[in-house]
């Protein structure tokens, strides 16, 4: 894993090969960029997002649903993150990638996983 710590624009690229991309960021528009990015060259986007006690996870590659699907795009505020939610949702994105790379498991390919830390519980949407 190679974290890139550069800040997202159209111009957005890297030089080396990447196998799969996992979204650790904090902006919607910024979350278009890094998924056209991806899809351009054929590589998986793993989607992760955080609001409070919610967060949400999907596996995005050609054959998908995109983001504009299921996400539509409005002027934001910044989003409430609570540490113990976003840990759990980067974990849920962590595993996907480890599925996509190790090829075993079922990923969510046009999925959304909705996980409600107030519930303790999961939702799986279809998308």
């Given at each position: 894993?190679?974290?890139?710590?550069?800040?997202?624009?159209?111009?957005f690229?890297?030089?080396?090969?990447?196998?799969?991309?996992i979204?650790?960021?904090?902006?919607?528009?910024?979350?278009?960029?890094?998924?056209?990015?991806?899809?351009?060259?054929?590589?998986?986007?793993?989607?992760?997002?955080?609001e409070?006690?919610?967060?949400?996870?999907?596996?995005?590659?050609?054959?998908t649903k995109?983001?504009?699907?299921?996400?539509?795009?409005?002027?934001?505020?910044?989003?409430?993150?609570?540490?113990?939610?976003?840990?759990?949702?980067?974990?849920?994105?962590?595993?996907e990638?480890?599925?996509?790379?190790?090829?075993?498991?079922?990923?969510?390919?046009?999925?959304?996983?909705?996980?409600?830390?107030?519930?303790?519980?999961?939702?799986?949407?279809?998308?």
């Amino acid at each position: 894993m190679i974290p890139i710590k550069k800040r997202i624009s159209e111009e957005f690229d890297i030089p080396h090969r990447v196998d799969a991309v996992i979204d650790g960021m904090d902006n919607l528009e910024g979350r278009f960029i890094l998924q056209e990015f991806s899809l351009r060259r054929e590589i998986p986007y793993v989607f992760g997002a955080v609001e409070g006690y919610m967060g949400m996870v999907a596996f995005i590659d050609k054959t998908t649903k995109k983001l504009q699907d299921f996400l539509p795009k409005m002027p934001q505020k910044a989003p409430q993150v609570l540490g113990a939610t976003a840990g759990m949702v980067a974990s849920m994105q962590a595993l996907e990638g480890i599925k996509y790379l190790s090829g075993r498991g079922d990923l969510l390919r046009n999925n959304l996983l909705i996980y409600d830390a107030l519930s303790t519980s999961f939702l799986e949407v279809r998308l």
